[in-house]
């Protein structure tokens, strides 16, 4: 018996650790869509990550892949993003962004292997993975499939096997880690305090208005309490709401009765959520950016940071008819100055002319001045020429509402194509303390747009409507600084 334990032990070791194992080692299954994917090379665990073949995320997730053999460099299209990684390297693109990646893309026997859950979740896909199964579960987020990427599964496939039970039912077949087991309310003195008792793990805030809402999205969870809306009625609180949102996101809805300031503390088996009435005191409350930081210093001043993206040696991407995108910023990030001024904003831009800044050096200069906002400037590029429109970016889990505002005015000032506000995990955005927001102004990968932007009066109008919903923004500061007891 020991020399079977002895032997288990060493093959669990050894698949953990070294690749060429799988023919030895149970092989980690991986089900995409709702359907089991075989692959010609089994996915590996490094690190306790899964890798996959980079085949796989062109054939089962629809992704264009471009692979750069003397680079050793991948480029993977899909939903209008562009991921760009590296062999053994752990910065990667997203974008024109850069952000690290706890698991490098690998050469294994001459195959590049590529990080699923990077990959999946910018492709707008949740990734779980299920211990008990053995598997991955890659299911797309459907809000989000952009469909000229997507090709339609044929009815048989051979490279697809049908799941094992009758009818693929996703909350039948995701067995998540963890499960919200309940969801309770105190209110003491002036604090609404909700309890979502669940085993620790990742989870996001989101801020939304009209109604006020808090929304506490927790990842790899499924839910074990009913989706019944509680009327809670507490100062802060009108009632709770709990539902699957996703299969592996359950999401937990707090109707506000107002503006808040709130605290998530987590312990264990515990997510305990604190509302507090929103006093000039949260501005002390600065904390260290991370992973679940969504707080965001509101500052009493009239300065904002500008910040044209890209400059100098880095030109940005490259449009369609070959011109670069910091041309565009830095001409619409000025003009941005302009209308700012005009409005009785102090404007401090990160660079006036063709200069080079590190993303770190922006977001220093920003913190160091301490604005009541930060905004950077940028056009977007895509695989697909066709593709246009705008989009805001805001930091996971932070508040939408400068995003909101800033996108729905370019949107109505220039009838661009909305592409909506978005959360990323851009450096400049991400270590910023001030609520920060990055405008993708449009796609330069698009003839018409990239001309559109490099006109001078359209780089005028976006300027106006960035201001103008800085402005909003700024009025609804104010009013929640002076609202405050
Ligand atoms: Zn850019």
Known sequence: MKKRYLLTGLLILCCLFSFPMAGLAKEPALVINDKVVKTDVSPQIIDGRMMIPLRVVSESLGAKV??????????????????????????????????????????????????????????????????????????????????SYLPTPPEENTNQEKPSSEKPNPENQVKNPRVLTKAEYQESEDQTIINLWVESGQYKVTELTNPDRLVIDLSDTSKGVDGEATTVNTKHVSTMRVGQFTPTTTRVVLELKGKVSYQLN????????????????????????????????????????VDAGHGGKDSGGIGASGRYEKDITLPTA??????????????????????????????????????????????????????????????????????????SSIISKTQQVDRKVKEAGFVVIKYTQVPSILVETGFISNQGEEDFLFDSNNQTQIAEAIAEGIAKFKEIQNKTLTSSP
Do not use: C
């Not at 952000?99 to 990077?118: E, G, S």
């Not at 009435?277 to 009239?302: A, C, F, L, W």
């Not at 593709?387 to 930091?395: A, K, N």
């Open 66 to 147: 471009n692979w750069l053999n003397q680079e050793k460099t991948v480029t993977i299209e899909a939903n209008q993003k562009t991921l760009k990684l590296k062999v053994n390297t752990k910065i990667a693109y997203v974008n024109d962004q850069s952000l690290t990646i706890d698991a490098p893309p690998k050469l294994i026997q001459n195959r590049t292997f590529v990080p699923l859950r990077f990959i999946g979740e910018n492709l707008d896909s949740d990734v779980i993975w299920d211990q008990e199964k053995y598997q991955a579960i890659i299911k797309a987020r459907e809000e989000k499939i952009d469909n």
């Open 334 to 407: 000025l003009k941005l100055k302009t209308a700012l001024e005009s409005r009785g904003f102090q404007v401090e831009m990160t660079r006036s002319d063709d200069t080079f800044l590190e993303l770190m050096d922006i977001v220093g200069i920003t913190n160091r001045v301490n604005p009541f906002a930060f905004v950077s400037i940028h056009a977007n590029k895509a695989g697909n020429p066709s593709v246009t429109g705008v989009e805001t970016y805001t930091f996971y889990g932070t508040d939408h509402t400068l995003a909101d505002l800033v996108q």
């Open 266 to 305: 987590q312990s264990a088996n515990l997510l305990n959520v604190v509302l507090v009435p929103k006093t000039t005191s949260d501005n002390s409350s600065s904390q260290q950016p991370g992973e679940g930081y969504v707080h965001r210093v509101i500052n009493d001043n009239n300065i904002i940071v």
